[in-house]
C-alpha cells in the first residue's frame, strides 16, 4: 500500500448548584448502631443518639453507597450535610461546597457511619457479569477493578484521540468500519510506505494495519515522529488482548534495500500498553531517517520503504521451556 500524505487527525469546572443532576439522594443522620455488621446484610438500619430508627428499609447497602449526584461507588472521605444527605468528595468539590439536595452548605462533616458500613463489605468484581469471579473487601475493590483483566480495552487506534472502549470482537469491528482500517488474514505481511517529502514530519501514524492469525488479532503500526532534531521511522507489532496472552507470540520485522537490511524480532506488546508507551519506549523496528532514505535509493528526494515480516506462535514442551515456533502458512 502506498501512501503519499499524511494527515493525522488529532475540563473540569465548577458547576452552579443548578446544573448538578440529583439520582437518588441518601439521608444518614447517626453514628452506625453496632460495631460489627454482616457481609451479606441487605437491610440498613441507623439509629440517632436517641435510638430513634433514621433507615429502615429494603435499600441496599451497595446503594447507600453510591453518590446520589456521580452515582459512582464512593469512598472515604464520604461527606454529608446537616440534615443527612450524603455526597462524594469529587460532587462536594464540584456544588461549591453546597448540597445538591436540600442546597444547605455542607461543611465538612464526615459520614462515618457509611464509612463503618463500608469496611465490612465484600463485593463481587464490577467485571463479574464478563467472567470475573473475584470477590474485594469494599476499599480493595477499586484498585483491583483498575487492574482487572477482565476489563474493557482502549481502542488501538492512534491517530486521533479515541476514547471508545470494548471488549476485542467490539474493537475490531470498530476498527474496520469507523476508522476504516485495513483487515488481513495471515501471519505474513509485506508492505510498501511511500512519501514525497521525507523532511516533513509530524507526530502523525502513517499506518495501522490488523492481522487475524492464530484466531488473534494483531495490529501492525508504522510511523514517522520526531525524536530530537531528526525524524524517525518506526514499526512494531501490538497484541489485541493481555499480556499474559502477548508473551505467547513472536514477530519479526524487516526493511533493506542497495544491499543492506535491518531486521527486529520481540514480543507484541499488549494493547494494555498504549501506543505512545510502546513508540517512546522504541520497543520495535526503529529506521533513521539516513538509513531510511538510503534504503530507498535514488536521489533520497522520495521516501520508499518496503517493510516485511511475520508472527509466530511459541510451542511450550511439557517442562515449560520453549520449543521450536509454529509458523502459521
Known amino acids: 500500500m502506498e501512501l503519499d500524505s499524511i494527515e493525522c487527525i488529532s475540563s473540569s469546572g465548577g458547576i452552579d448548584d443548578d446544573e448538578i443532576p440529583l439520582h437518588h439522594p441518601h439521608i ?39 453518590c446520589p449526584v456521580c452515582t459512582i461507588s464512593m469512598y472515604p472521605p464520604i461527606h454529608q450535610c446537616h440534615n443527612g444527605h450524603t455526597i462524594c468528595s469529587t460532587c462536594k468539590a464540584r456544588a461549591h461546597n453546597r448540597c445538591p439536595t436540600c442546597r444547605q452548605e455542607l ?15 465484600e463485593l463481587p468484581c464490577k467485571y463479574s457479569s464478563v467472567g470475573c469471579p473475584e470477590i474485594f473487601p469494599y ?33 475490531v469491528a470498530h476498527l474496520r468500519d469507523d476508522h476504516k482500517v485495513d483487515m488481513h488474514s495471515g501471519c505474513t505481511f509485506n508492505h510498501r510506505y511511500v512519501k514525497s517529502n521525507p523532511r516533513e514530519v509530524e507526530n502523525a501514524t502513517w499506518m ?18 520526531q525524536l530530537g532534531t531528526a525524524p524517525v521511522y518506526m514499526a512494531f507489532l501490538r497484541f489485541m488482548g493481555d499480556e499474559t496472552e502477548a508473551r505467547n507470540y513472536s514477530y519479526s ?24 508507551k510502546v513508540r517512546d519506549s522504541h520497543d ?5 531517517r539516513n538509513m531510511a532514505l538510503f534504503f530507498s535509493g535514488g536521489e533520497r528526494k522520495e ?5 516485511t515480516g511475520r508472527i509466530w506462535k ?10 521450536m515456533p509454529n509458523l502459521c502458512t
Not at 455488621?37 to 435499600?59: E, M, R, V
Not at 524487516?254 to 501506543?275: A, F, M, Q, Y
Open 139 to 171: 476499599y480493595s475493590k477499586l484498585k483491583h477493578e483498575s487492574v482487572c483483566n477482565f476489563r474493557p480495552y482502549n481502542c488501538p487506534y492512534a491517530g486521533s484521540e479515541c476514547s471508545v472502549v470494548g471488549d476485542i470482537p467490539y474493537l
Open 314 to 323: 511459541e510451542q511450550q514442551n511439557p517442562d515449560g521451556v520453549a520449543c
Open 284 to 288: 520495535g523496528l526503529v529506521i533513521q
Open 28 to 66: 444518614i443522620h447517626s453514628q452506625f448502631s453496632s460495631s460489627k455488621t454482616p457481609n451479606n446484610i441487605n437491610n440498613i438500619n441507623i439509629s440517632n443518639n436517641d435510638g430513634i430508627s433514621a433507615i429502615h428499609s429494603t435499600t441496599s447497602v451497595h446503594e447507600l453507597l453510591e
Open 208 to 225: 495501522l494495519t490488523v492481522f487475524n492469525c492464530f484466531g488473534q488479532c494483531f495490529c501492525l503500526h508504522f510511523e514517522a515522529f
Open 303 to 307: 521516501l520508499k520503504l518496503r517493510v
Open 253 to 276: 520485522l524487516e526493511v533493506g534495500g542497495n544491499g543492506r537490511k535491518l531486521t527486529w524480532e520481540g514480543t507484541p506488546r499488549s494493547i494494555r500498553d498504549s501506543h505512545r
Open 107 to 121: 461543611g465538612d462533616i464526615r459520614c462515618l457511619a457509611l464509612e463503618k458500613v463500608a469496611e465490612s463489605l
